[in-house]
């Protein structure tokens, strides 16, 4: 059984920053693409950032320039640290993560439970 435990969020003024992490634990052999999506009220949930395990990066325009996502592979936690925040980024933030269990097991894609991220003065 694998899991995603997200971490940090809160409350933050406009201008601000704040960061979140996601540590993926249990049977783990290999990760691929980690990521943060965000759902804001009333709206779908939108892909964020993404991050490979050689560390390449993705980002929606919205965030590019204020956003950072980062990874520690040894410890198979992802960060995804905001910076100059927006009230629109107010949502719920969701770690997301590729995943197999075994050399030669099938890939998985898994959750975390969602944090929120408030952005109000």
């Known amino acids: 059984q694998v899991q995603l435990v997200e971490s940090g969020g809160g409350l933050v003024q406009p201008g601000g920053s704040l960061s979140v992490s996601c540590a993926a634990s249990?049977?783990?052999?290999?990760?691929?693409?980690m990521g943060w999506y965000r759902q804001a009220p009333g709206k779908q949930r939108e892909l964020v950032a993404t991050?490979?395990?050689?560390?390449?990066?993705n980002y929606v325009d919205s965030v590019k320039g204020r956003f950072t996502i980062s990874r520690d592979n040894a410890k198979n936690t992802v960060y995804l640290q905001m910076n100059s925040l927006k009230p629109e980024d107010t949502a719920v933030y969701y770690c997301?993560?590729?995943?197999?269990?075994?050399?030669?097991?099938?890939?998985?894609?898994?959750w975390g439970q969602g944090t929120q991220v408030t952005v109000s003065s």
């Open positions: 997301n993560a590729h995943i197999r269990s075994g050399r030669y097991g099938r890939w998985f894609e898994y």
């Open positions: 249990g049977s783990i052999f290999s990760v691929n693409v």
């Open positions: 991050i490979t395990s050689d560390g390449s990066t």
